[in-house]
């Protein structure tokens, strides 16, 4: 007969291999569902969200490329292509500009959809600040519109659409 010394660690060996047999088995649509695809437009602009500039997302005429090419994922991460990351707020103060970088599921990475049936707004709000996702008025009527974290308002340069949703 084991004694109860024994016994634990061999319990607590089969609780992790089971775990990771588990964890195993989950398709990998499971480890990362997307929530929404495909390019993401302006309410105020007819241009879409871009990240082929060196520092920062923008906005450039819709054309299809790789660079305008995004996947919003539960867990609030919206992922681009090309580079591949995530849209960052930063510092998340008003006029920080969108980075793209590498994921590190971190809170300025997180952003959540605002959706008001009343108002008419559907915006994109980062979890850390509270902000939201901005097409700069001053540049909106021209390629590489600055995007930024501004307060929220109604603004139509704060609405945005992703090309593609999926329901649940």
Do not use: E
Not at 8 to 36: C, D, N, R
Not at 68 to 73: G, H, K, L, R
Not at 117 to 123: E, I, K, P, S, V
Request: charged fraction near 10%.
């Amino acid at each position: 007969m084991r004694s109860d010394q024994q016994l634990k660690p061999s319990i607590i060996s089969m609780m992790v291999l089971l775990i990771l047999a588990a964890s195993l088995l989950l398709p990998s649509s499971a480890k990362a569902q997307t929530l929404a695809s495909g390019q993401v437009l302006n309410g105020q602009s007819p241009r879409c969200l871009d990240s082929g500039t060196p520092t920062d997302t923008a906005m450039f005429n819709c054309s299809g490329s790789i660079y305008q090419t995004w996947a919003w994922i539960i867990g609030g991460q919206i992922i681009g292509n090309s580079p591949p990351g995530c849209l960052d707020g930063g510092n998340g103060q008003n006029g920080t500009l969108v980075a793209m970088v590498p994921c590190t599921g971190s809170q300025s990475q997180k952003w959540y959809w605002d959706f008001n049936h009343w108002l008419g707004t559907m915006r994109i709000i980062n979890q850390a600040s509270a902000r939201c996702l901005d097409a700069d008025l001053g540049t909106i009527n021209h390629n590489g519109t600055k995007v930024q974290l501004m307060d929220c308002t109604n603004g139509a340069n704060q609405k945005w659409v992703f090309t593609s949703v999926y329901q649940p």
